[in-house]
Every structure is written in structure tokens, then in C-alpha cells.
């Protein structure tokens, strides 16, 4: 178990959008966050790298541990969680600069400066992100120019620049078209090899297709969660049948 | 329907009146400036000093001396502004310390020049003992123009995507950082738009330098950011006001103004151009 969530409970203001969520992500395996938009997928993902540190008047309450270790005790320093915890979002959101350059942004602040580490590092990410052939030839173009999906296969692409150890993903594909969306699911279970990924999405069948696990959120609880196999073909609640034999959501 | 019909064309009649009037109004002064001033430019105009009581000769150095004023207004105003805007768009928690800090830069965009003249006056040129100088006036005219420079450079700042600074943080790199090498970036080119139509305003402001940094005459140029100079403005204020030959001289304060009118009608076509080019670049 890498990631570790332990009773939270999670606050906008006086609004609260988790209730006492627990729930273990298991280490390189893939496990698929659903439930209705507003259920609170987006909010947890974001709980697990400190990403909702930045909006004003939040609080957290219980534990994250992430390798045994509580990344909201207050030595903890977000910025390495994020490091190690890396995070691609619902729209494609590339720099504004050269394909290069996105890649190599991070990595270069965090200290890495030859020449040589460099090109291996760019090459291998856009590898691991089967862009590599697409772009090869245009490294040095500005990112804005690629389609949807090769825009999104980039920013994943920056993300394992990072060489995380976990990867969120909040709806990767919803923002893409069929074909762009089943290269990333590819991707995706390529990716699970060397990677934990936690990964939300609105598509029951996406759930069934990339994740080994399941979690199955309601009105910011967590409902039922178990091997995607176990909820999507005999879930032990109600609620669960419902939503994913369409019945609401 | 008639009446709606006619209605409908008497308000655009107006509108377009007033859009006329405006532009006759700006064309007229400068077709006045134009006739009138036009006899006074010739290469000599820019070249040389005013000479014979400032009868005759040019305006050289009133040139360079509104030059080097504008350049240090930038120098003072730009980096002040700049910070000063980060500090309120992205570091400081929205507030009522906040809020009382805006309606402080609002005020300041709304005093009078001539309180920020006698403000440089009591502190850079008395207090600090600046004196009348290049350094003193520059420092007075970047601060009337602060409040536009943070205006512009938080509309800059808040201009540019959330979600560029989202992913530049979710990689686990600082917020200095990513303030500086992502967000900062995205918004120089329109926070130097704001900055360079600031700064021609500040070019044709006359109070703030006249007490702090305008030379009467001078024909020799500054040779140190400590000393005076002559500057366009205060020039045409001098010879329209304070001469024995007001009216001889009426050419060559007519000259004056046209330079200094193409100087910041100049400047603000470069902001004009700068943001068209960004716009048309501009792909988020
Ligand atoms: N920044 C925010 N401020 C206040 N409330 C928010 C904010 N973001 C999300 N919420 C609320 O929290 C709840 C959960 O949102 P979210 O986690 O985005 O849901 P999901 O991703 O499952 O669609 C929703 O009711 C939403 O309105
Ligand atoms: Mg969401």
C-alpha cells in the first residue's frame, strides 16, 4: 500500500465535500475513482499531492500517508509531495513553449543540468507516453500546436519526466476524442508496470477496462470499494448496482 | 415601428456624432500644433541648444532631458510595480488588508500631479538633499505612475491561465518558481503595454519635474543622474509663461508641443503595436 487514506474528512469553507473516507491504493496498480460529477472523485485526487493547498479556506482532517508517512504533518514539504506524486488533469494543459521545453521545464529547477541527462530524460518520457514518433522531429515547436490528445499524452509525458512514484489522473479522456482516449488508455496500461495510478473517470467502461480497483464514491462518501472485476459485476451496495447499471448519475 | 425605426437611428446619429467630435477634436490640435509649429522644425530644432534667451536655437536638450526622465521613471516605477502587483494577485490572502491596500493605489491614482511636484520636492530634493535633479524627478514621476503600472500588471498577472500555474505547482515545482519562470513570462508583454502607455503620460506631465528636476535653461547636458535638466514640458510651460518674448517665441512653443505630442503619440503606438503582435501570438 503506497497511498493510504485515513478517515478524512475534507472541507470547502463550512461546506463539507468528504466524509470520512479510508481507502488504500496499492502499489503499480491502477485504481479507478467513480461516482456522480460532484461526488468529491476530483477533490480527494487532489487531497493525495496537496493541490488543494491552494485554494483559500480549506481544511483537511485525518491522515494521507503516503509511504507510511503523513504528508499533512506540517514538516512536510508540499513541493516534494507533488515531486513524488505527480498529476495529469482534465484538460490538456501544456506550456506555453516548445514540446522540449515542457518536458525539460521541472526537471531542469529541480537541478538536472547535463546535456546528455537531458535528451535521455525528454526521449524516455515521450517514450513512455507513446509520443515519441509523433513529435521526434518537432521537439523544438511549440506545444500549442499538437491536437487534443497529443497535447494530453504530453503533459503526461512532463509528469514522468518527474519520475514520480504515483500518478493521478482526473478524467484524462474527457476532453478527447474515441480514438485519441483508447491510446491513452493504452497508455495507461503500459504505465502500470512502473507506476501507481489513481485515476478518475466519468466512463463506467474506462473504469472496467484500465483499473484493477474500484472505488465507488456517493455524496462525498465512499460508498463500496473492491477489485473492479468484484463491483462491476456483483457490487455488495445498492447504490453501486445503481450507478453503474445506469440508473442514476 | 416607425418611431422605433426612428429612434433607433437618432441614437446611433448621436453616437456617431460623438465619436466624430472627439476625433475632429484630437485632429484639430494637431493640425493647430502643426500649422503653427511646423515653421519652428528643422534639424537645427533638435540638435542644438536654445540660444539668444532662448529666442532662438533648439530644444535638444529638453529632449534628452525628457528622455533620460522617461527612461528613469520606468527604471523606478517598473520593478516597484511589477512586485507590487505579484504580492497582491498572487501571494496575498484576499482580504480586508488587501482591499484597503487597493483603495490605497486607487487614491494614489487619483491625486493631482502637482501634490506629487511638491511631494519630490519636501522628500527626494530637500529631505534625501537629491536636489533638483534627474534622480529626484525620476523618482517622483515613477511614482505618479505606479498606480497604472500595477494596475496593468495585475490585469496581466490575472490574465494568465490558472491552470498554467496548476501545472507548473502539480510537478512539485515552488511557487517562486513557477510565479517567476511560468506566469511572469506570460504576462510581460502586457504588463510592458501598461507600462509603456504609463510612462507617456508621465512623459508630457509637467508639475511632477518642475519643482524637482526641470532645468529653466541649461545648454550643457547632465552628466550624472544628480544633475538638472531641461525638460519638454516644462520647457513650453517656460517659454509660454515666463519669457520677456512670449510672443516671439509663440513658433517655437508651438514646435515644443509637436515634438512632444509625437513623442507620446510615439510611445503609445509602440504599447499599440506590442499588444497586437502579443494578441495575434497569444494562443491560450
Ligand atoms: N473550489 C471549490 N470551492 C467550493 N466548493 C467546491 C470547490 N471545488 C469543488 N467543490 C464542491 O465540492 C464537491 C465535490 O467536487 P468535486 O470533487 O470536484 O467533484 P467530482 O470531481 O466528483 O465531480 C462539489 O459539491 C463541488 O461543488
Ligand atoms: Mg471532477
Given amino acids: 500500500m503506497i497511498v493510504r487514506a485515513r478517515n478524512v474528512d475534507f472541507y470547502y469553507g463550512a461546506f463539507r465535500a468528504l466524509t470520512d473516507v479510508t481507502l488504500d491504493f496499492e502499489k503499480r496498480r491502477v485504481t479507478a475513482l467513480i461516482g456522480p460529477s460532484g461526488c468529491g472523485k476530483s477533490t480527494l485526487l487532489r487531497l493525495l499531492n496537496r493541490m488543494n493547498d491552494l485554494i483559500d479556506g480549506t481544511r483537511v482532517e485525518g491522515e494521507i500517508l503516503f509511504e507510511g508517512r503523513n504528508i499533512y504533518a506540517p514538516e512536510v514539504d508540499p513541493v516534494e509531495i507533488r515531486q513524488r506524486i505527480g498529476m495529469v488533469f482534465q484538460k490538456p494543459n501544456p506550456f506555453p513553449k516548445s514540446i522540449f521545453d515542457n518536458i525539460t521545464f521541472a526537471p531542469k529547477l529541480s537541478g538536472i543540468r547535463d546535456r546528455g541527462e537531458i535528451e535521455t530524460l525528454v526521449e524516455g518520457s515521450l517514450r513512455q507516453a507513446v509520443l515519441w514518433d509523433e513529435v521526434k522531429d518537432i521537439l523544438g515547436k511549440s506545444a500549442m500546436n499538437l491536437s487534443g490528445g497529443q497535447q494530453q499524452r504530453l503533459c503526461i509525458a512532463r509528469a514522468l519526466a518527474m519520475k514520480p512514484d504515483v500518478l493521478l489522473m482526473d478524467e484524462p479522456t474527457s476532453a478527447l476524442d474515441p480514438i485519441s482516449t483508447a491510446k491513452i488508455e493504452e497508455l495507461i496500461d503500459s504505465l502500470k508496470k512502473r507506476y501507481t495510478i489513481i485515476i478518475v473517470t466519468h466512463n463506467m467502461q474506462q473504469a472496467a477496462r484500465v483499473s484493477e480497483y474500484t472505488g465507488f464514491f456517493y455524496l462525498g462518501k465512499l460508498i463500496e470499494f473492491n477489485a473492479t472485476e468484484k463491483i462491476f459485476t456483483n457490487p455488495a451496495m445498492k447504490q453501486t448496482e445503481d450507478y453503474i447499471t445506469g440508473r442514476f448519475g | ?284
Wanted: a positive charge; proline letters at 5%.
Fill in chain 2, 1 to 284: 415601428m416607425k418611431w422605433r425605426y426612428f429612434r433607433q437611428s437618432l441614437f446611433f446619429g448621436v453616437v456617431r456624432l460623438s465619436a466624430l467630435i472627439i476625433t475632429i477634436a484630437l485632429l484639430g490640435i494637431i493640425a493647430f500644433l502643426l500649422v503653427n509649429g511646423f515653421k519652428a522644425i528643422s534639424m537645427d530644432f533638435f540638435t542644438l541648444p536654445p540660444t539668444d534667451s532662448m529666442t532662438k536655437g533648439g530644444i535638444m536638450p529638453a529632449i534628452v532631458g525628457t528622455f533620460y526622465l522617461t527612461v528613469g521613471a520606468i527604471a523606478v516605477s517598473l520593478p516597484l510595480g511589477v512586485v507590487s502587483a505579484i504580492y497582491l494577485t498572487e501571494y496575498a490572502k484576499q482580504g480586508r488588508f488587501i482591499r484597503i491596500m487597493r483603495i490605497g493605489v486607487n487614491c494614489l491614482a487619483g491625486v493631482p500631479s502637482v501634490v506629487f511636484g511638491l511631494f519630490g520636492l519636501g522628500f527626494f530634493v530637500v529631505f534625501l538633499k537629491f536636489g533638483s535633479s534627474i534622480l529626484a524627478g525620476s523618482l517622483t514621476l515613477g511614482i505618479l505612475v505606479l498606480p497604472t503600472i500595477i494596475g496593468a500588471a495585475e490585469e496581466a498577472l490575472k490574465a494568465v491561465p490558472q491552470t498554467f500555474r496548476e501545472a507548473s505547482l502539480a510537478l512539485g515545482v515552488s511557487k517562486w518558481k513557477t510565479i517567476s519562470r511560468i506566469v511572469l513570462p506570460s504576462a510581460l508583454p502586457g504588463i510592458l503595454t501598461g507600462a509603456i502607455l504609463g510612462v507617456g503620460r508621465a512623459a508630457g506631465e509637467t508639475a511632477p519635474i518642475m519643482f524637482t528636476a526641470a532645468a529653466f535653461f541649461t545648454a550643457i547636458l547632465p552628466k550624472s543622474i544628480f544633475d538638472e535638466v531641461m525638460a519638454l514640458p516644462y520647457h513650453i510651460y517656460v517659454l509660454a509663461t515666463a519669457g520677456t518674448h512670449i510672443e516671439q517665441t509663440r513658433p517655437l512653443q508651438y514646435g515644443t508641443a509637436l515634438v512632444l505630442i509625437a513623442l507620446v503619440l510615439g510611445i503609445d503606438l509602440i504599447a499599440i503595436v506590442l499588444r497586437s503582435v502579443v494578441r495575434r501570438k497569444k494562443r491560450w
